[in-house]
């Protein structure tokens, strides 16, 4: 019973640190899981003004565009929490929006379901695992109400 107990030990030990790293070198590295349309630039300003880009996965609900958060320590989410005025780099386009944080639940099930519509129900828990089941935190992404929308292209 010692051994078992263990062993459970260690491979739970091994997931945690396993995710850990996985989490962190998707978050240093910010490689492009699904480039395209699927996918923007998110700037997050720091109090000083410094701006900070960080490639999201951009989830569209019709005329509205989520992101979300898998983990608390995500430094984008608590610069937009401190300041809600962001930038959307998406394709050629950038836009001014405004990030609204919304952690009722019903927003938290409105994007339990798009995401897995998105990735299916074994993408979705396959993610959430990796993600050691953290919380998922729901961004809308409003335009600003003077949207200063323009094309990057000449």
């Known amino acids: 019973m010692k051994k078992a107990a263990k062993i459970l030990g260690m491979v739970i030990a091994g997931y945690v640190t396993l995710a850990l790293a996985l ?78 944080a919304l952690e009722t639940p019903e927003a938290k099930a409105h994007m339990k379901a798009l995401l897995m519509d998105r990735v299916g129900f074994g993408g979705y828990y396959a993610i959430r695992f990796v993600l050691l089941f953290a919380e998922v935190k729901p961004v809308r992404l409003d335009l600003r109400s003077s949207p200063m929308q323009h094309n990057l292209e000449p």
């Open 23 to 100: 989490d962190a070198f998707i978050g240093v590295s910010q490689i492009a899981l699904e480039p395209g349309e699927r996918e923007g630039i998110l700037r997050t300003f720091d109090a000083d003004g410094t701006m900070h880009e960080t490639r999201m996965i951009i989830i569209d609900d019709g005329d509205v565009m989520w992101v979300q958060s898998g983990h608390h320590f995500r430094g984008w989410y608590h610069r937009l929490i401190e300041n809600p005025n962001v930038e959307l780099l998406r394709g050629d386009t950038l836009t001014q929006r405004r990030a609204v």
